[in-house]
């Protein structure tokens, strides 16, 4: 989306507990602001390998495919689970060729490819982005969380903790907004009240109630992966956050990448190409890619 739509909700009030990490294991670790020396699993029960409603479509590759329903707009929703352990998460960037996701999909021949997040008229990205540790774009003060890939696995982490590491390289990264779910699968507080006020400037929340294509990257709470695409314009942000709060996904955290005409994913699905296309041009995309350095020991279920 362009700067010039650049309007969604505002920060929320923060618990100190921060980085919601997926790795290579049983179940997703909790990182409080202090790394402790030894992280202790979720007691949360596991969902089955391949949950109802779920098609297995490669190792580690699961698709759904989901009506929504919001007010009187319908529509569908595409969702894409993944096993961290055995898949790559790359992000490209090419602001001097810009290419809706159906282009970024064939030059790549991945596993899925969906576009990034939010970019300037100029295809500059709003809110940081970092490939092998270089960073791109600038910073914004509406930005919430970051989507992080590095040596150590998965995260999505609030934005006032990017500074954080895990002492592994970045491959990539990206911030956006508004967070849907908070840490813990708790919907965000300006999604429910369009007065609440967040941050230290005591903003208030803005256009959520507007209809638009979304795209949100999220992890349940087993530690996969999920990013879900509504082509249509059916969901607004408040509503959005509300759908999967209500829904079964067993999302613990869920952060919005995308809205309007430049959401789009496609995923490989033997013969044919599942999904739907963005209606514009995107400077950059996440790719998703068979795992090339194969997995650990200690593996999602």
Not at 67 to 72: D, L
Not at 90 to 118: S, T
Not at 124 to 147: A, C, K, N
Request: contains cysteine; hydrophobic residues 40%.
């Amino acid at each position: 989306m362009a700067l010039g739509l650049l309007v969604a909700c505002e920060r929320s009030a923060q618990p100190s507990t921060i980085v919601i990490v997926a790795t290579p294991s049983a179940t997703p670790w909790v990182l409080p602001t202090q790394p402790a020396a030894t992280p202790t699993p979720s007691p949360t029960p596991l969902p089955s390998p391949t949950p109802a409603g779920w098609e297995a479509i490669g190792d580690g590759v699961q698709i759904r495919h989901m009506a929504a329903y919001e007010g009187g707009r319908g529509g569908d929703v595409f969702a894409l689970r993944l096993n961290p352990a055995r898949v790559d998460i790359r992000l490209r960037y090419d602001p001097e060729q810009p290419r809706d996701v159906a282009e970024w999909f064939a030059a790549e021949r991945p596993l899925a490819a969906l576009n990034a997040a939010f970019f300037d008229q100029d295809f500059t990205p709003v809110g940081l982005w970092m490939i092998d540790d270089t960073t791109f774009g600038r910073g914004h003060y509406r930005m919430q969380g970051e989507f992080r890939v590095t040596g150590a696995g998965l995260s999505i982490r609030r934005i006032n903790e990017r500074h954080l590491s895990d002492g592994t390289r970045i491959f990539a990264s990206l911030e956006s907004y508004p967070f849907l779910l908070l840490p813990g699968g708790v919907i965000n507080p300006c999604l429910l009240d369009p007065s609440f006020r967040v941050g230290r400037r005591y903003r208030l929340c803005a256009n959520i109630w507007d209809p638009a294509e979304r795209l949100v990257v999220g992890l349940d709470r087993a530690g996969y992966l999920m990013f879900l695409l509504a082509p249509y314009e059916t969901f607004s942000l408040a509503g959005l956050g509300e759908w999967l709060y209500q829904s079964d996904l067993n999302l613990d955290v869920a952060l919005n990448l995308d809205g309007g005409s430049s959401a789009g994913m496609l995923v490989q699905t033997g013969e044919r190409t599942w999904g739907a296309d963005s209606g514009r041009k995107v400077p950059g995309a996440l790719v998703v890619l068979p795992k090339v350095l194969g997995i650990g020991d200690n593996e999602l279920p």
